[in-house]
């Protein structure tokens, strides 16, 4: 079976501090992981992904994750946080079903706060 | 931007109301999802389309009524809803089949939502 903990709730940074967001997985077998973003009242937008190639994933702004098959970790990082990350972030991994369909397991989110 | 369209972005409707939602993809996908999205909770899927074929039926109520009439088009009847069912309803599509040999990596690409209020 599959799972994933969002370790944090809510984290909150000053802008221009750096960002982490934590998540741990469960997988039987080697799993796509992704981090989406949701800002409010948004639909969900692809942050990065991981498929077994490069453990460290670069996304879009300045966004990154590193996959640690060791710790069963795929954190979330950014060296400088900017108000427009101000958003919830969902760490989900993800099977392709023997019917060809994509089945996401979600964490529970976390709320990122960027304060000036 | 999106590639995957909702509309109406937001719908007030009563109990007694029929509406529906409406989602358009033109990215080639053959999958296709609806979710549904209560406040600070991340998406719970409902149903899913394979190749406009219902696949998946996450025990929704019958007051839910989805439809695929093409690749490009999924829709969401509503009818004789509750105040419950007011929530962030999501549709997104993905690339289909097996990881290995394919294309598709495992994510889904979402729509921007529906905003439903049922009073």
């Known amino acids: 079976a599959q799972s994933v903990t969002q370790l944090d709730s809510h984290v909150s940074v000053s802008e221009g501090t750096p960002v982490l967001l934590r998540c741990n997985y469960s997988s039987s077998y080697s799993p796509s992981l992704f981090w989406y973003v949701q800002h409010p009242n948004k639909g969900l937008q692809l942050l990065l992904k991981y498929t077994s190639a490069a453990t460290l994933v670069k996304g879009i702004n300045g966004f990154e994750a590193e996959f640690k098959k060791s710790e069963t970790s795929f954190h979330l990082t950014k060296p400088s946080a900017h108000m427009s990350d101000a958003a919830e972030y969902f760490c989900?991994?993800?099977?392709?079903?023997?019917?060809?369909?994509?089945?996401?397991?979600f964490g529970a989110g976390t709320r990122l706060a960027v304060h000036p | 931007d999106t590639e995957v369209t909702q509309t109406p972005k937001h719908l007030v409707m009563g109990m007694t109301n029929k509406k529906s939602l409406k989602c358009e993809q033109h990215m080639g996908h053959r999958a296709m999802y609806w979710y549904k999205q209560k406040a600070k909770k991340p998406p719970e899927l409902m149903f899913v389309y394979s190749y406009e074929k219902l696949s998946i039926n996450e025990s929704v109520p019958s007051r839910f009524s989805p439809e695929c009439p093409n690749s490009s088009l999924l829709n969401l009847h509503l009818h004789a809803l509750q105040p419950e069912d007011s929530a962030l309803y999501l549709c997104a599509s993905s690339r289909f089949g097996q990881s290995s040999g394919g294309q598709n990596t495992g994510e889904l690409f979402f729509g921007e939502g529906s905003r439903l209020t049922v009073l």
């Open positions: 989900v991994v993800s099977a392709v079903f023997s019917g060809g369909y994509n089945k996401l397991i």
